[in-house]
T-cell receptor, first 118, second 116 residues
Framework: GENVEQHPSTLSVQEGDSAVIKCTYS??????FPWYKQELGKGPQLIID?????GEKKDQRIAVTLNKTAKHFSLHITETQPEDSAVYFC?????????????????FGQGTILTVHP | DTGVSQDPRHKITKRGQNVTFRCDPI?????LYWYRQTLGQGPEFLTY????????KSRLLSDRFSAERPKGSFSTLEIQRTEQGDSAMYLC??????????????FGPGTRLTVL
């Protein structure tokens, strides 16, 4: 099955700096890579995602890059703010066929605790 | 609020008791997933429903666990004879696949289970 490794496990930056979180995956059939932000006591919230036919995607201060050959993808947050402090998870989705349909379960990385100091 | 909702948010139980959690997906979503998240880890897939059909169960889902989605709307996850190792956050996610769009999963707030 799919295996996703995420680094670093903790990341501390000063407000205004950039933060980069990296993930690698093992299954070359994985075709969709979402990033989730999880705050204390809450469920994961989707912040950005990228499909395998795209190399880069940007949404305001957040960007994601994908290197299919190397099987790794990264989250970039620029101009960090204290409210960006949270746990960030990467995930990879591989399609599964069952019951005459195709669906995708997510395999998550171990998470990165991001702390942005004012 | 039209997001995924879960009930209860917290559950404390004694070892050996049965517990049941409920998930209400986003109303037009026909796909529903359950995940389990232990402290300091990412969520792990437990089971998947498409409408009322349970199409996949993870090996993590022992025979003490059962999930249902009787009318293709809300879902329940029951754990029988709870063990301390069952202590975790149980997350529900829903999605709707439309041709040409990615099957984006939206998560609920989770149910935190503590087994004493």
């Amino acid at each position: 099955g799919e295996n996703v490794e995420q680094h670093p496990s903790t990341l501390s930056v000063q407000e205004g700096d950039s933060a980069v979180i990296k993930c690698t995956y093992s299954d070359s059939a994985s075709n969709y890579f979402p990033w989730y932000k999880q705050e204390l006591g809450k469920g994961p919230q989707l912040i950005i995602d990228i499909r395998s036919n795209v190399g880069e995607k940007k949404d305001q201060r957040i960007a994601v890059t994908l290197n299919k050959t190397a099987k790794h993808f990264s989250l970039h947050i620029t101009e960090t703010q204290p409210e960006d402090s949270a746990v960030y998870f990467c995930a990879a989705r591989t399609n599964t066929n069952a019951g005459g349909t195709s669906y995708g379960k997510l395999t998550f990385g171990q998470g990165t605790i991001l702390t942005v100091h004012p | 609020d039209t997001g995924v909702s879960q009930d209860p948010r917290h559950k404390i139980t004694k070892r050996g008791q049965n517990v049941t959690f409920r998930c209400d997906p986003i109303s037009e979503h026909n796909r529903l997933y359950w995940y389990r998240q232990t402290l300091g880890q990412g969520p792990e897939f437990l089971t998947y429903f498409q409408n009322e059909a349970q199409l996949e169960k993870s090996r993590l889902l022992s025979d003490r666990f059962s999930a249902e989605r009787p009318k293709g709307s809300f879902s329940t996850l029951e754990i029988q004879r709870t063990e301390q190792g069952d202590s975790a956050m149980y997350l529900c996610a829903s999605s709707s696949f439309t041709s040409g769009r990615t099957d984006t999963q939206y998560f609920g707030p989770g149910t935190r289970l503590t087994v004493l």
